[in-house]
């Protein structure tokens, strides 16, 4: 029988929190009583990654793995999403593995009050933790996903739930991958009219990023141009 729920996490070099991250997730959906998976998707680490997710998914029936073998989050938020069992999915982040969204969302998709769940550290209620740098940034990039292409909510990056039947189109019909992803997928769910909510989260980081916030942003750059001329003028 297929899950009710996939939790798909993309993974880069996260040997220092992965095995106690998925311990500790499997520890607080227990009492839940769902039937669900969560999926490791690793894309290129040079640690231990591979091997201790490999080790889960022996110790933990309800953990599966693939590898996307290179750096690239969007190609392996992708590819979990693509191999994804569940009537619904759950998007998450490793450093967060956020219950109590995933029982908000699930909540709000079973009872039909939308498609797609947005948790949002932007929104009125939200409580972002994070260094102040990385807090601007996320402002900053809404605000250009705003200007360039009309993007009516107010984040795109993190959590995120949503009926893959509904929404798995959206995700085969993206043109970018990396960092710009998911914001391409949910922009292509807006521009849809699909059913958005948005609901308020707390951020808090448990380590340091794994790549340098100002590094990304060359190749961020570059991918919002090209899904600009893809959504804007074709």
Request: hydrophobic share 45%; proline share 4%.
């Amino acid at each position: 029988m297929n899950p009710e729920v996939s939790i798909v996490i993309p993974v880069y070099n996260e040997e220092a929190i992965l095995h106690a991250a998925v311990v500790d997730l499997h520890e607080r959906l227990k009492p839940l009583g769902w039937n669900y998976e969560v999926i490791l998707a690793e894309n290129g680490s040079r640690d231990r990654t591979l091997e201790i997710a490999e080790e889960l998914s022996q110790k933990y029936p309800e953990v599966r793995y693939l590898s996307a073998g290179e750096p690239n989050y969007g190609l392996a938020l992708r590819r979990g999403i693509q191999a994804a069992r569940g009537t619904f999915v759950l998007c998450e982040e490793i450093d967060l593995c956020d219950t109590e969204f995933h029982q908000r969302a699930v909540r709000l998709l079973r009872e039909d009050e939308a498609d797609m769940v947005i948790g949002s550290k932007l929104i009125a209620g939200a409580e972002d933790e994070r260094p102040w740098a990385r807090h601007a940034a996320s402002i900053v990039y809404t605000s250009l996903l705003r200007v360039l292409l009309g993007f009516k909510g107010t984040d795109t990056h993190g959590l995120k739930a949503f009926r893959r039947e509904r929404l798995l189109e959206f995700v085969d019909a993206c043109v970018v991958d990396k960092d710009v992803f998911a914001s391409e997928f949910v922009i292509r769910a807006y521009r849809a009219k699909v059913r958005v909510l948005e609901v308020p989260v707390r951020v808090m980081e448990k380590r340091p990023p794994s790549i340098n916030l100002f590094k990304r942003v060359p190749n961020v750059l570059r991918s919002v141009v090209k899904l600009t001329v893809a959504i804007r003028l074709r």
